[in-house]
């Protein structure tokens, strides 16, 4: 069974961290998220990226973050996951980590998490991609400066890497996430790594029934073959 726990950043309860949209923001709760998607689409008709690029750039960053806020009830849902994605892409064609570090890695997060939890005929390709994209941005969750920030986004790659069957990376991520959460006191957040990691336990155990984390089958195992080959930095 595919955990559906997504740990949240610092300042946002979607799927990723803060969003770079302006004082009453749809992803604050402030207004209806239709009533902001629309306004995003609006901007997106009057500026291009050659000609207003970081306006251009934070409206497709925002409408892909106000997509993911909303609830996934329907198989039509998907499609506006899909389209999240690629605003979320275009996005970080314009915020790149060396300019626009926080825009980059807000970005990031919410593209990673997009690929992990989005339903796919590709989950497996997605949740390398994931796994990749969360690393990158763990670079500037340092430990000493963001604690939360990167207890959650090791969590979430943790998740992922579970879901990929390589449970040695993922227990590491894993071990290291809640040892941060229980430093910072976030008893919730303990709670749910310790049941993703006894969840890990019981895969590991002879005689088990098999994994239970939606492992990628197929074509799709050779991407966990090469994952495990070259190794995910602890």
């Known amino acids: 069974m595919r955990s559906s726990r997504c740990w949240r950043t610092p300042t946002s309860r979607s799927l990723g961290p803060s969003c770079t949209c302006s004082a009453g923001c749809a ?6 998220l239709t009533d902001a998607v629309d306004e995003y689409y609006s901007a997106l008709q009057l500026v291009g990226q050659a000609s207003a690029p970081h306006v251009w750039a934070s409206a497709n960053l925002n409408l892909g973050t106000a997509y993911l ?6 198989a039509s849902d998907q499609l506006r996951a899909g389209i999240a994605m690629q605003a979320l892409r275009a996005s970080l064609e314009v915020f790149t980590q060396e300019d626009f570090p926080q825009e980059w890695a807000s970005a990031q997060m919410n593209l990673a998490n997009a690929l992990v939890y989005t339903p796919s005929t590709h989950q497996g390709d997605n949740i390398v991609e994931a796994v990749e994209r969360y690393e990158e941005v763990l670079e500037l969750r340092q430990r000493q400066g963001d604690p939360l920030g990167r207890a959650r986004i090791l969590a979430n790659q943790g998740n992922a890497l579970a879901h990929l ?3 040695d990376h993922a227990k590491s991520k894993l071990h ?5 959460f229980e430093e910072q006191g976030d008893v919730d ?6 049941g993703v990691l006894d969840e890990i336990a019981r895969q590991v155990v002879p005689g088990s029934q098999g994994p ?9 195992v050779e991407l ?6 070259q190794g995910v930095e602890s």
Do not use: H, I, N, S
Not at 69 to 74: G, H, I, L
Not at 224 to 229: A, K
């Open 176 to 180: 290291e996430a809640r040892f941060l």
């Open 27 to 32: 992803c604050t709760g402030r207004r209806p």
């Open 69 to 74: 806020t909303m609830p996934m009830v329907e």
């Open 165 to 167: 069957g390589v449970f």
């Open 224 to 229: 966990v073959r090469e994952l495990r080959e």
């Open 189 to 194: 957040a303990v709670m749910a790594v310790r």
């Open 212 to 220: 239970k984390f939606g492992v990628p089958q197929g074509e799709e």
